[in-house]
């Protein structure tokens, strides 16, 4: 069979490498001159199975209206007349009670537990290397509050069976040696040791020259501009420049830019773009850099070592397909680097970036198949989208092959929306 994936991101690409050794001949479009260019060029490098969790849940309505007030605001929300972000927000705010938690989390981990499992293999069948470090991932609480609250998480990982670890701040200084030259900001942490790192770019590069030798063409530059339908199937893309490409089946996994393409054919995908941004550091002294990731819960910030640079990813806002690098944004990101790693890195030399994060209001990424027999969602992976790409690509191959998949799928398709 032949298969079309639209979309040469962390999530096409890894879609792509299973498709290939299915057997399937593969062709995916990007309209970047590489893979991985747009929001998978700089993420905060976290594979984090044990972070995987809805952001509507209990509490979050306030939570949110406090962080949208702070100085170094973890939410921004822009006034905008922009009917699409309000319905978004309203059935964010439909899933923020606690049977839709539990429901929307537990397919998160499921899906985010399979997808290390899944990258685990890869890397052991094909030694593919991206920067990556299997040495866990710690939140970091500078106020007794916070460490106050880790039950709340605690509790949710007991129930899922992750393993943790709370620790006061030695602890902390024992996992991540740095921290020991920054006095009074600590106050405890919590360690998830089956968490991972690495540099989505670098691996989604990587595993695209993994996937040329399976023999999947890459069509760069090619900009889509629609999908034709007859007969209750899609006959073919139509690129900007009037090209018509055909296939069997085709894969929409075009992150943000994904339900204005299916939009046309009756097929609404709950996806907005959350933007966020991250700094990219040359590590100076490589004692004083972080090990694995700290997360800064006051910040909502991840500080992760990525080979000999750093990177600091965070920050929600909400402000449509804007792209603009706003310099606030950049202050809190540098004030949370600056205030545990004072020492690690260059920030004359960082680089600013800005990506959108395709999300749905209940977290979950929307993988299947669609009411057209031959088109297929592989989008929406939100804050997760890294932790998430190889299972969702393994998933979803089985599901073209019409293979029974290794973890239940049916809650992850776009008909779960309908119901
Ligand atoms: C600041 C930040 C930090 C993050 N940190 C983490 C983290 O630590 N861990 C984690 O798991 N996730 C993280 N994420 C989320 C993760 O990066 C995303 O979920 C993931 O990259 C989405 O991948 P994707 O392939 O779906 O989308 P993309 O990478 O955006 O890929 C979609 C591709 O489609 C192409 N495309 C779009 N429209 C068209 C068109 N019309 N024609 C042709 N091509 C088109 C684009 O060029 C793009 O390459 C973070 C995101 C951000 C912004």
Redesign the pocket.
């Given at each position: 069979m032949h298969v079309m994936i639209?979309?040469?991101?962390?999530?096409?690409v890894t879609s792509a490498y299973y498709l290939a050794q299915a057997g399937h001949q593969v062709t995916v479009?990007?309209?970047?001159p590489g893979?991985?260019?747009?929001?998978?060029?700089?993420?905060?490098?976290?594979?984090?199975p044990g972070y995987s969790a809805p952001w509507a849940g209990p509490g979050i309505p306030v939570k949110a209206l406090k962080w949208l007030m702070m100085r170094h605001r973890p939410l921004v929300l822009w006034p905008r007349l922009e009917p699409r972000l309000y319905g978004w927000l309203a059935r964010m705010l439909a899933n923020c009670t606690e049977d839709a938690y539990r429901r929307n989390k537990g397919r998160m981990v499921r899906l985010a537990e399979y997808s290390r499992d899944v990258l685990r293999d890869l890397r052991a069948e094909t030694g593919i290397a991206y920067d990556h470090r299997e040495r866990g991932t710690l939140q970091l609480f500078r106020t007794q509050k916070q460490l106050d609250h880790v039950g709340d998480d605690t509790r949710v990982l007991d129930a899922y069976g992750v393993p943790y670890e709370v620790l006061d701040p030695a602890g902390c200084i024992a996992a991540e040696p740095a921290l020991a030259r920054v006095s009074g900001v600590v106050v405890g942490g919590l360690r998830l040791p089956g968490d991972e790192t690495g540099d989505?770019h670098l691996f989604t590069k990587a595993l695209a020259g993994l996937c040329t030798e399976l023999g999947v063409t890459f069509r760069y530059g090619?900009?889509?501009?629609g999908l034709q339908e007859a007969g209750g199937r899609i006959e073919a893309v139509m690129l900007e420049d009037g090209t018509r490409l055909t296939a069997d089946s085709y894969v929409a996994?075009?992150?943000?830019?994904t339900p204005a393409?299916l939009r046309p054919l009756g097929i609404a995908l709950p996806v907005y773009p959350v933007?966020?941004?991250?700094l990219t550091l040359p590590i100076t002294d490589a004692d004083a850099a972080p090990v694995s990731t700290v997360m800064d819960e006051t910040y909502k910030v991840?500080i992760?070592r990525l080979g000999d640079r750093i990177r600091v990813?965070?920050?929600a806002e909400l402000a449509g397909f804007s792209d603009v690098l706003r310099a606030p944004r950049r202050e809190t990101l540098e004030r949370s680097v600056t205030d545990l790693f004072p020492q690690g890195g260059d920030l004359a030399h960082a680089s600013f970036w800005?990506?959108?994060?395709?999300m749905t209001p209940d977290g979950t990424p929307i993988v299947g198949g669609t009411r057209i027999a031959n088109l297929f969602t592989?989008?929406g992976?939100?804050?997760?989208?890294?932790?998430?790409?190889c299972g969702s690509g393994r998933l979803l191959a089985d599901l073209v092959s019409g293979r029974t998949p290794e973890i239940a799928s049916e809650d992850l398709a776009v008909s779960r929306y309908a119901a």
């Open positions: 639209l979309g040469g991101g962390v999530v096409g479009l990007e309209r970047q893979v991985g260019l747009e929001t998978s060029f700089a993420n905060a490098g976290q594979v984090s989505a090619a900009r889509i501009a996994a075009l992150g943000s830019f393409l933007k966020g941004y991250s991840g992760t990813g965070g920050t800005t990506g959108l994060r395709p592989n989008t992976h939100g804050t997760l989208g890294w932790t998430m790409a």
